[in-house]
């Protein structure tokens, strides 16, 4: 089945310390967002790939930088994470073009920070 | 910027029950929305969307929502709850961004709970 998938779903960090979560896609989804969503809270858009375009949002923290290599794969780096950075990471995708604006998201990396 | 209101962070039903879960959407032009469900430590899975073909519109799982311009609501219904239904709902607009692709804004998430 085509999907979207984020690995790993539970990452341990100290605080300062690097670290990259990792999305990959089946769909051939031509966009690519990072959701960042904390507890009890609505997921909010970090940054999005149009294609190899990137597009950061106005308020998303100079921490936090992606990389997307080829269509399949994109990479959430956080440089220094620190203690509010914990949070639930979630990948989406979608198809420009076929006028739904449906994204597809995958499980989620929960990023705690000790 | 469009924005949505999800009224009642916790709805509370018994099993059977007629499930209620209200949304209302701020928008200067025809919106495109959408519910999400979110399981616990899960991803969102869509349950339905609003694209201005239909007013109502039937989702997974027995859910549908209908589109009323004169309320700027769109409200999640479900006529007889079950306990797999216990979820988070997220309600969520959709803006075009610049550079392509659109950006999904959500409401703050209603908690439903399912009793016996």
């Known amino acids: 089945d085509a999907m979207v998938i984020q690995n790993p779903r539970y990452q341990v960090t100290q605080f300062g310390k690097p670290v990259t979560l990792s999305c990959s896609q089946t769909?051939?989804?031509?966009?690519m967002y990072w959701y960042q969503q904390k507890s009890s809270q609505a997921p909010k858009l970090l940054f999005h790939?149009?294609?190899?375009?990137?597009?950061n949002e106005a308020d998303t923290p100079d921490n936090f930088q992606s990389r997307r290599p080829n269509t399949s794969f994109c990479f959430l780096d956080i440089r220094s994470p620190g203690l509010g950075d914990a949070a639930m990471y979630l990948c989406?995708?979608?198809?420009?073009?076929?006028?739904?604006?449906?994204?597809?998201f995958g499980p989620g990396t929960r990023l705690t920070v000790l | 910027a469009q924005s949505v209101t999800q009224l009642g962070s916790h709805v509370s039903v018994s099993e059977g029950a007629l499930v209620l879960l209200r949304c209302n959407y701020s928008s200067s032009v025809p919106p495109y929305l959408f519910w999400y469900v979110q399981y616990p430590n899960q991803g969102l899975q869509l349950l339905l969307k609003?694209?201005?073909?239909?007013?109502l519109v039937k989702g997974i799982n027995g859910f549908e929502a209908e589109f009323k311009k004169s309320e700027t609501s769109f409200h999640l219904t479900k006529p007889s709850a079950h306990m797999s239904d216990a979820a988070e709902y997220f309600c969520?607009?959709?803006?075009?961004?610049?550079?392509?692709?659109?950006?999904?804004?959500f409401g703050t998430g209603t908690q439903l709970k399912v009793e016996l």
């Open positions: 769909l051939n989804h031509n966009v």
């Open positions: 989406a995708t979608s198809r420009e073009g076929t006028g739904t604006n449906e994204q597809f």
């Open positions: 790939y149009y294609d190899k375009d990137f597009n």
């Open positions: 969520a607009v959709s803006d075009i961004l610049t550079g392509g692709g659109n950006k999904l804004t």
């Open positions: 609003y694209t201005s073909a239909a007013t």
